[in-house]
Each structure stands twice: as C-alpha cells, then as structure tokens.
C-alpha cells in the first residue's frame, strides 16, 4: 500500500484496501501532487493526517493540496511550512500561507538569511505599486503581502528573503524580478560569487542590469578557476582585464584547454616561460600551437631533457609543422645527442610517421639501401 501510495496509484490503492486489506502508513501522496489519492486517504485513513502533511505538499510546491488541507483539515501545519516553502522558492505557497495561515507561525519560524535581503519597500499610497512594476502579482496578493507585512515585519520580511536566496541560487530570473519590485539588497557578494561559479551569464547579466556593483575584484579568476568560459568572456566585456599571464597557468593547472586558447587570443603576449611551465609542469601540449616555431623549437629541446613527457613532445613533432630549416636541424640535432635510450624511443614512436621522417634521414637512407640490396 505504501508503494502504492508513493506511486499515486489511485486504482492500485483501491484493490489492494479492497481485496488485501493492507494499510497505509504514511501520507507522502501530498508532496506529489494527487489530490485525488488525498481525498480517498481523508475517507478511508482520515487519521493519517498530521501537520506534516500539509509541509509536505508546501515543500514541493502543491498549492491546490495546501488549499485543500487548510479547507478539509483541521491538523494544520507545522512550524516550517512557510520556511521550507520559501526556501523552494514556491512563491504562490508562500502567499497563500501569509494570508490563510500567517498568525500561525512563530517569529523563529524562517531561518536567517544572511546574503540577500528584501527590503519591503511598499508605496505609502492604496496604490501600493505602480502597475507596470507589478505584472507578475495581483492587487489582492500585493494588499494582503501589504498586511501581513504591517502586522509582522521581521517574519514577512524573512519568508519573502528567503524566496530570493532561493532565486539567486538557482537563476530563478522571474521570482528575482517579482521581488526587486519590493526592494533587494545584496549582504555580501557571495550570489554574484555563485553566478560566476556556475557559469550562470544570465543571472550576471541580471545584477547588472539592476545596477548590483560587480565588484570582486577576482571574479575573473574565478571564472578561471570554475573553468566557467561564457562567464569569462561576459565579464571580460564588462570591465574585467586579463592582466596577467597567471589566469593562462591557472587554466593549465585546470586542464581547461578551451579556457586557455581564449586567455592567449585575448590576454598579454604568451611568452616562453609560461608556455614552458604550462608544457612542462601540467603537459598541456596543446599550448605548442599558440606559440611561435622558435619557442616551440625551444620546449622541444628542453623537454628532451625529461622522460616523463616524450609523449607530449611527440604530440608536438606529430601534430605541428616546422618550416624553418634551421627548426628542423636543432630538433634532429638535439634527438640525436640526447641520451640512447631517449633517442631510441623517439624513432621507434615517430620514425613511421610521414611528417616526421626529416627527424630521422639516416633511417630513411638505410631503408633505401636496404631495398636497392639483391
């Protein structure tokens, strides 16, 4: 019966009270939105009903179910319904409990939010609010927000922000605008924080237009860091320099090789140091591509030095083409100089491949005499 009841299987429920005789033991078919199977469970199980059901459907959003409950049922709610249904960001709950149910909750009954507040600035006039300002709420809803403010200042106050933590946290852009009307006001830059973390342009794009400073001045780098590249280009074009070759490294330590190509096409110059320690420390080969044949000659060379990267330089000798003469004669020069192991490996790795055979003349001459033997 229990499963059935999860599963809101009205018929199921029915045969199984019917012909099994089997009982139910919880009420969770309110927090999944079937009136129907609350109204046979109010016939058949009226004393399952508890306070907690009433939280359930408020916690995930079924305003029709916390309507029915207040109507039909006498157990109401318990003391974190508004809170849990803010915290969702169910705004219709939240209403409909400030104005059905509000003297119910005590003052502790919404945790504090620290980052984000609402302010609560409601016209002095009956007015209240212009009526472009309030498109997404009804003069009755904004009437009875209106008192239930008056008569409980802190509480109102603290649902109505948690909503906007909510909102902030999952770039719920609509919810934010409902509530700017009533006044925001950003504690600390943690959501812009957040925004940035997550990539979330659009939610950007909403601080700004609503004239939110952006100004942590790290917020580059951490879009950086997140490896959050849309984020990085939006601010980018909202007053944040790239200034410094370190956001490059920090791409490299995050392997984020779409992050880096846009850092060197839009950052200082890349010079050979930081292409070396990029190649080097965090075998981002990739970033022989950006650089010119002479540095590129040069991590050649130098990364013969270390075993543990000759497959990143023969990702470089396979995947980038050397023109210049005097490129191809260092490189071979340096391969066949290096130790005979390191040699060895290069020619047994790269002596097939076509564009690598200028490495290698010696080998091609011996296939060739060897050929022209009877």
Not at 12 to 17: E, F, G, Q, R
Not at 180 to 202: C, M
Not at 293 to 305: G, M, P, S, Y
Request: proline letters at 3%; charged letters at 25%; aromatic letters at 8%.
């Amino acid at each position: 019966m229990d499963d059935a009841a999860r599963s809101a299987c009205l018929d199921v429920i029915k045969w199984l009270h019917k012909y099994r005789g089997e009982r139910c033991t919880d009420m969770r078919p309110a927090s999944y939105g079937n009136l129907e199977v609350v109204k046979w469970f109010h016939v058949h199980y009226p004393n399952l009903f508890t306070p907690n059901v009433m939280e359930a459907a408020a916690e995930s959003g079924q305003l029709h179910i916390v309507r029915w409950l207040h109507e039909n049922r006498g157990e109401g709610c318990t003391t974190l319904t508004m809170d849990v249904a803010a915290r969702n960001g169910h705004l219709d709950v939240v209403l409909y409990l400030l104005e059905h149910k509000g003297e119910d909750f005590p003052s502790y009954a919404t945790t504090s939010v620290q980052n984000i507040e609402v302010q609560c600035l409601f016209a002095t006039s009956d007015t209240l609010l212009q009526k472009h300002q309030r498109s997404h709420v009804s003069d009755d809803q904004l009437i009875t927000l209106q008192s239930a403010y008056e008569r409980r200042r802190a509480f109102v106050k603290g649902c109505l922000s948690r909503l906007a933590e909510f909102a902030v946290r999952v770039g719920n852009i609509e919810l934010l605008d409902w509530l700017n009307q009533l006044g925001l006001e950003l504690h600390t830059t943690v959501p812009i924080r957040n925004a940035v973390s997550q990539g979330n342009v659009k939610l950007l794009e909403w601080f700004h237009w609503n004239q939110f400073e952006l100004n942590d001045p790290d917020l580059l780098q951490l879009a950086v860091q997140e490896k959050q590249l849309d984020a990085a280009r939006w601010l980018s074009k909202h007053g944040f320099k790239i200034t410094s070759l370190s956001l490059l490294e920090e791409a490299g330590r995050k392997r984020a090789v779409p992050m880096m190509r846009w850092l060197v096409e839009h950052g200082p110059p890349l010079n050979f140091e930081t292409a070396m320690k990029l190649t080097m420390e965090y075998r981002q080969v990739e970033i022989a591509l950006w650089v010119s044949e002479t540095d590129r000659v040069q991590i050649v060379i130098e990364a013969l030095q270390d075993k543990s990267i000759q497959n990143e330089v023969a990702w470089i000798l396979t995947r980038t083409r050397f023109e210049d003469p005097s490129s191809k004669r260092r490189i071979r020069d340096a391969i066949q100089h290096a130790p005979e192991s390191t040699a060895l490996w290069f020619e047994d790795h790269l002596s097939d491949f076509e564009e690598c055979k200028w490495i290698f003349p010696s080998r091609k001459r011996r296939h060739s005499e060897m050929e022209l033997m009877p």
